[in-house]
């Protein structure tokens, strides 16, 4: 069964500040990763999509890798603004679609 | 953990019937639904927003008429592909969202529709 992990849970950081978020998945044989943002009390926002023969995707200041071999993907946000702050999710796509639990950031101003 | 159980995981439909993808949160109450669909290789878009006892709130592009949502109880939403036709045929997939601000959003495992 396909787990998916997302490292840290939370994170707070001041304005300007280069970052990583982790994503981690049990089972390599994946059709493609993307990585969400969820606003509070919206659905969620599609950022990138990664299929499983790409290593990344890059979308203005976010950049996601993928290392299917080790399970591994992780979403760079450089130059963080405050409107960056919301929920980032990722979720692997096999058989159905997989979500992580979701990493919360704040951006401090 | 909270689970939403979305059914059915699958359906092949002849073109021109409707079909009905139900979506429930199983031990929590959910006011607020969100459906989604994927077409193949790209991106999960969201269609709209369901809010118990009220309309819901479609995303832009979507039919309304074609894609009727009834969210009639704090449990349970339904989907239903009005007329689906093969473009229709897509995965759909439904999340909850539980707190004030639906900060925490739980999914189900979604449904495979294939229209003939």
């Known amino acids: 069964k396909q787990e998916v992990t997302q490292i840290p849970a939370a994170l707070s950081v001041p304005e300007g500040e280069n970052l990583v978020l982790n994503c981690s998945f049990t089972?390599?044989?994946?059709?493609?990763l993307q990585w969400f943002r969820q606003d509070p009390g919206k659905g969620l926002t599609s950022l990138l999509l990664?299929?499983?023969?790409?290593r990344e995707q890059t979308s203005g200041r976010l950049n996601a890798s993928l290392d299917k071999s080790s399970g591994r993907s992780t979403l760079y946000i450089a130059a963080s603004q405050p409107g960056d702050s919301a929920t980032y999710l990722c979720?692997?796509?096999?058989?159905?679609?997989?979500f992580g639990a979701g990493t919360r950031l704040t951006v401090k101003p | 953990g909270a689970v939403v159980s979305q059914h059915p995981s699958w359906v092949i439909c002849k073109s021109g019937t409707s079909v009905k993808i139900e979506c429930r949160s199983l031990?929590?109450?959910?006011?607020?639904m969100f459906w989604y669909r994927q077409f193949p290789k790209q991106s999960l878009m969201l269609m709209a927003t369901?809010?118990?006892?009220?309309?819901?709130?479609?995303e832009q592009g979507v039919e309304k008429d074609k894609f009727l949502i009834n969210h009639a109880s704090l449990t349970l939403s339904t989907l239903t592909v009005t007329s689906a036709h093969p473009e229709d045929s897509s995965f759909y997939i439904c999340?909850?969202?539980?707190?004030?601000?639906?900060?925490?959003?739980?999914f189900g495992s979604g449904t495979q529709l294939s229209v003939l």
């Open positions: 999340s909850a969202g539980r707190g004030v601000t639906n900060e925490k959003l739980f």
């Open positions: 089972d390599s044989a994946i059709y493609n």
């Open positions: 990664i299929q499983s023969s790409q």
């Open positions: 979720a692997v796509d096999l058989d159905d679609m997989r």
């Open positions: 031990d929590f109450q959910a006011t607020t």
């Open positions: 369901s809010n118990e006892g009220s309309k819901a709130t479609y």
